[in-house]
């Protein structure tokens, strides 16, 4: 597969041709994100992740689908192609102007480059604010989209409402329709902290008015950075009824190398560093009082991009992750890599684990040092009292990496008991179950590079797998959409685009039944698909 091969995009609608049948009560649109275009002119990005956004949706109706896709025009896009090159930088690619430009151009490219002004490429996820649906990375910056045509509108900046440099791209929803989110404050009023912020459900007075999406947005808690200049990276939180769980990771990102970085000839991505010998700090927030519970959490080293749920249960909560031991998995996107399959000969290769934590927050009294006060009997993950208020966690590696049996299409059932290893990432669930106990897990078997072959039901009580998979495809991150007034947890459709390099075969969307894991139908689209990031599923009339 050619990761850096340009995307071409079809706005208009495309009915695609359908094999089995459609669920009639699948009614709504699937929105994806990832980036799209790598090349302008003679310049090319160095890492996957910088590519320009590419928007595709697979819209369902009445047993029928249609597909369209059209390019994010970003003000970076708009930019780039002005110039035919790439000109505006990226986390993983710094771009440097035409040597044709006289002395003032560049004076003015190297300013905005040592305190950065960001891009608006927002190439990583779809989220929902109010009633309005935006593309997103994890800058400061994310532009409203059309989610029928696609189309751009505005362009939101964060900072004009939040003290926020940065933001996560995986916010959370409650009932109501309210978003709570995590950002970071570098350095200001000399302090650099996170800000944890909800964008309120559109009032009832508000609706149909033309107010900013952020201009009620709340900030609902801060918590200090344990380093002025090297705040923790931070991709996804956990949420509960009444608890938000941010992570601070020994993974950072150095602020005061990041301002030299275009002068010394290296991208922003070089000032990450992840530091194996620090602890990981586990922030438990009061969503009621914006409070930090009184207890410190601490565990080993770890790298985490995604939460997969948490929840509360008998004076504790649960979370669990996908964690890494290293910060490998940046590199294994670097373009140079993915053309030789990175971590075929294990150099450049990170290994996810499935992980549990349980954090006490009812304490019996009377409780000793060194005594495990996790009492779940369904967990072996632990929290020891160091001392007063202070516990270090360990977790329950729920699963790693497996050698998987090769499935040619179907299914295929393992049941494996616990421990055992296996490569699973980009978690999804029914999000009805978000923030309370649950079960069933869906998500992306990675193997020893980063395209997935297997689409895998991971099940977190009898710790069994099901997988999809057919010859010469790679799915997407799959997304659950729950059956109208289902019976279970997992009563509902599995869907996920899948590339498909078979001869004279087009891509597909798959639509997989979410109890068994069987094929229920496939929608052929008469184009060519591509690797993406995250995506969401509108139902209709939302």
Same mark, same amino acid.
Not at 5 to 21: C, H, L, M, S, Y
């Given at each position: 597969m050619d990761?850096?091969?340009?995307?071409?995009?079809?706005?208009?609608?495309?009915?695609?041709?359908?094999?089995?049948?459609?669920?009639?009560?699948?009614?709504g649109t699937l929105l994806r994100n990832g980036p799209g275009i790598f090349s302008v002119g003679e310049t090319s990005y160095d890492h996957w992740f910088d590519g320009m956004s590419l928007l595709t949706s697979f819209s369902f109706s009445d047993g029928e689908m249609t597909h369209r896709s059209r390019f994010l025009r970003s003000d970076t896009y708009n930019t780039n192609m002005g110039e035919n090159r790439i000109v505006v930088s990226e986390m993983g690619t710094m771009a440097y102007p035409d040597p044709s430009k006289n002395f003032i151009f560049k004076a003015i490219t190297f300013l905005n480059h040592t305190v950065p002004d960001f891009t608006d490429n927002g190439s990583s996820n779809i989220i929902k604010y109010g009633d309005d649906y935006f593309a997103t990375s994890e800058t400061n910056y994310i532009r409203k989209i059309d989610p029928v045509t696609l189309e751009t509108q505005d362009k939101v900046d964060y900072t004009k409402y939040l003290p926020v440099n940065l933001a996560s791209s995986h916010p959370h929803y409650d009932k109501e329709g309210n978003a709570y989110n995590i950002g970071t404050s570098i350095a200001e009023k000399g302090k650099t902290k996170y800000i944890l912020f909800k964008v309120p459900a559109v009032s009832a007075n508000d609706k149909g008015k033309p107010v900013p999406v952020l201009?009620?947005?709340?900030?609902?808690?801060?918590?200090?950075?344990?380093?002025?200049?090297?705040?923790?990276?931070?991709?996804?939180?956990?949420?509960?009824?009444?608890?938000?769980?941010?992570?601070?990771?020994?993974?950072?990102?150095?602020?005061?190398?990041?301002?030299?970085?275009?002068?010394?000839?290296?991208?922003?991505?070089?000032?990450?560093?992840?530091?194996?010998?620090?602890?990981?700090? &586990?922030? /438990?927030?009061?969503?009621?009082? @914006?409070? %930090?519970?009184?207890?410190?959490? #601490?565990?080993?080293?770890?790298?985490? !991009?995604?939460?997969?749920?948490?929840?509360?249960?008998?004076?504790?909560?649960?979370?669990?992750?996908?964690?890494?031991?290293?910060?490998?998995?940046?590199?294994m996107f670097y373009l140079k890599n993915l053309k030789k399959d990175a971590g075929s000969d294990g150099s450049v290769y990170s290994q996810p684990s499935f992980k549990r934590f349980a954090l006490p927050i009812k304490l019996d009294k009377g409780v000793g040092v060194g005594e495990n006060v996790v009492k779940l009997k369904y967990t072996t993950a632990s929290a020891v009292k160091e001392k007063e208020g202070k516990f270090t966690c360990h977790s329950e590696v729920l699963c790693e990496a497996l050698n998987l049996p090769s499935v040619s299409k179907g299914i295929s059932m393992m &049941?494996? /008991?616990?421990?055992?290893?296996? @490569?699973? %990432?980009?978690?999804?669930?029914? #999000?009805?179950?978000?923030?309370?106990? !649950?079960?069933?897990?869906?998500?992306n078997i990675v193997e020893e590079f980063a395209q997935s072959k297997q689409l895998a039901k991971f099940d977190t009580e009898t710790k069994t797998m099901i997988f999809w998979e057919e010859e010469n495809c790679w799915p997407s991150e799959p997304v659950f959409v729950p059956r109208p007034n289902g019976e279970s947890e997992d009563d509902g459709v599995v869907l996920s685009s899948v590339i498909n390099s078979n001869p004279g075969q087009s891509g597909f969307l798959v639509i997989l039944d979410g109890r068994t894991f069987k094929e229920v139908a496939r929608a052929y689209v008469n184009t060519e698909l591509y690797k993406d990031m995250h995506g969401i599923f509108i139902p209709k009339g939302n």
């Open positions: 990761y850096s091969k340009n995307a071409t995009e079809r706005p208009e609608p495309f009915k695609a041709e359908v094999i089995g049948a459609i669920p009639n009560w699948l009614q201009k009620k947005v709340e900030a609902i808690a801060t918590v200090s950075c344990r380093s002025l200049f090297t705040p923790s990276y931070c991709h996804s939180i956990g949420f509960t009824d009444n608890y938000i769980i941010f992570v601070e990771q020994p993974f950072k990102l150095d602020i005061l190398k990041m301002t030299t970085a275009y002068m010394r000839g290296v991208n922003w991505a070089s000032c990450l560093k992840f530091c194996p010998n620090e602890n990981t700090l &586990i922030h /438990l927030i009061d969503k009621r009082t @914006g409070k %930090e519970v009184e207890m410190k959490y #601490y565990t080993g080293s770890m790298v985490i !991009y995604h939460h997969v749920n948490a929840f509360e249960d008998e004076g504790h909560v649960v979370f669990d992750v996908i964690a890494y031991k290293d910060d490998k998995l940046y590199d &049941i494996v /008991l616990f421990p055992y290893n296996l @490569g699973f %990432e980009l978690p999804r669930i029914n #999000y009805d179950f978000n923030g309370k106990k !649950y079960r069933f897990v869906y998500g």
